[in-house]
């Protein structure tokens, strides 16, 4: 029972935050992984250690560079107010940004194969197959929560019981 549990926290916690972190990857990029489930792959506890910190790392630089993208953001908006913005100065802002999403995303990617190199290639696979079997699990049990409504989903029936509504 409280593996059944474990499974839709881990899913829940690695797939939000890698996917929201690492859009464009497929499945996102591992980078937070919880306690729960390095109790389960039964990862010592120096090697626990290590990952804390890099994941604690990885989270303050991300807190940081949004901070600073934030701030930039704002002083675009101040620049674009006006009916004839600076250009040049537009264009910096907007160099700036990238150049901080890319840092930003290196160390993610960083963060990723450092703790994979920490777990192993045979920890790191069970982990995975964890992950895959928790997101199968969930599928499961909201098949019809995938993607946007497309309009020709079927709909409750309506007090006729003819399905329109």
Do not use: H
């Not at 006006?82 to 537009?90: G, H, I, L, Q």
Request: hydrophobic share 35%; with cysteine; net charge negative.
């Amino acid at each position: 029972m409280k593996r059944l549990l474990v499974l839709p926290i881990i899913l829940l916690i690695c797939t939000t935050s890698a996917i929201a972190q690492n859009p464009g990857y497929p499945g996102g990029l591992p980078t937070r992984i919880p306690e729960q489930l390095l109790e389960e792959l039964d990862v010592d506890e120096s090697d626990r250690e290590e990952i804390r910190a890099v994941q604690e790392e990885t989270r303050k630089l991300k807190e940081e560079t949004e901070l600073e993208i934030n701030l930039i953001r704002a002083q675009l908006a101040r620049l674009l107010y006006y009916p004839d913005p600076d250009m040049r100065e537009v264009e910096k802002q907007l160099d700036r940004s990238s150049e901080l999403r890319l840092e930003m995303e290196k160390a993610q990617i960083r963060a990723y194969v450092r703790i994979r190199q920490i777990l192993g290639e045979e920890t790191w696979e069970d982990m995975l197959r964890i992950i895959r079997a928790a997101r199968a699990q969930a599928e499961r049990r909201q098949p019809g929560q995938q993607g946007p409504r497309t309009g020709t989903e079927s709909r409750q029936p309506g007090p006729t019981g003819s399905g329109s509504g």
